[in-house]
């Protein structure tokens, strides 16, 4: 699943694959801005990813566009 966060005074978006199902990340997003912590995600690689709650602009969660060569009309 892949994961796009936003961050405030941020010119880019933070992408992240994660192996979450997207009931997982919005978990994960919403116990972080209501204590105030840390987002921490795993990305499929084994590397973490942590953002501080009160930077976040927005998250996005999608499947990606993986697999798609070529022309689309």
Known sequence: M??????QQAPRE???EVD???D???KAVAEALASDGLVSFTDTKGRR???PSQRIAF???GTG???QVGFRS
């Open 2 to 7: 892949e994961v796009k966060i936003g961050i």
């Open 14 to 16: 933070l992408v992240v």
């Open 20 to 22: 979450l199902d997207a």
């Open 24 to 26: 997982g990340v919005e």
């Open 49 to 51: 990813v942590l953002v």
């Open 59 to 61: 998250v996005e969660v």
């Open 65 to 67: 566009a993986a697999g």
